[in-house]
């Protein structure tokens, strides 16, 4: 019996039909951008909830922020990986940090955007096999709008979600970009080809979680897991004094106020649909 969708802000949910006891579903928890020692604390102390509340299969973390609020290394993505994290997604700062070039280049489940040039390390998508849960395709992208002019990521898309799609239907894309007509252009141009797509960067949670005509999942920005005391991470006196003079300061990463910034997604494992899609952020505004 088909449900009518429901909408609730600050915890917003969209559901489009409600699963039969035969229907094989996955389960995905996606953590937004984890902004150092401060937002990983925070992973570790409340995953464990998110997982029981949800009946976890699948997760997934953007970790480009995990070292200090720039990049990754070795040490952070072990951490990350043993609080039940498949997958961590990147973005434009995992290069911040050279140490994260030699864990791109060893580990295929620590993604750096696909759309950069092939002579980087690492790679930009990745299979992972649940075993009889079935299979979980994980892409990462970065924008091109007010960042590096990289290569096209609506292209890029097209290519790998072909390649993909040869092993599952399920198929979770972190597009990690500044604009928001980019992610909302690409979000459209796959619809019924991915199960969700969803934006990082910005830090700063939107509220547009839906499901889209199609079967897509789609949010223009999951928000950040960190510090709010803060000018997204930073510390807001030196953000401050940025704006004001216009002139270098060095990155100082904020400690306060930390919260934690996800979305939960139900997936028919059958046919890549969205079934269930919900973002939250806690602890609330």
Known sequence: MMQTACVRYRHFTTTIN??????????????GDIVGK??????????????????IDFCIANGENLVDGKGINEEAATKVFSLGVHVITGGNHLWDNWHARKLLGANRNVLRPLNYPAENPGNGYVVYDLGEKGKVGVLNLQGRVYMQTIDCPFKKADWAVGRITEQTKVIFLDMHA????????????LDGRITAMVGTHTHIQTA?????P????YITDVGMTGPYDSVIGLKKEIAIRRFLH????????????VRLAGVY?????ESGKALKFESFMYPKF
């Not at 992973?43 to 909830?49: D, G, M, P, Q």
């Not at 500044?178 to 141009?189: I, P, R, V």
Request: aromatic share 8%.
């Open 265 to 269: 997604l139900q997936a028919d494992a």
């Open 208 to 212: 547009d979680a839906r499901i889209l």
């Open 18 to 31: 409600s699963t039969s006891m035969a229907q094989k579903v996955l389960n995905i928890l996606f953590i």
């Open 246 to 257: 216009q002139t270098p300061y060095k990155y100082e990463m904020a400690s306060h106020d």
């Open 38 to 55: 401060p937002g990983l604390d925070l992973v570790e102390t409340l995953i464990k909830s998110y997982v029981q509340k949800y009946e």
């Open 178 to 189: 500044e604009a928001t007509a980019e992610k909302m252009a690409l979000g459209w141009h």
């Open 214 to 217: 199609r079967g897509t999942a």
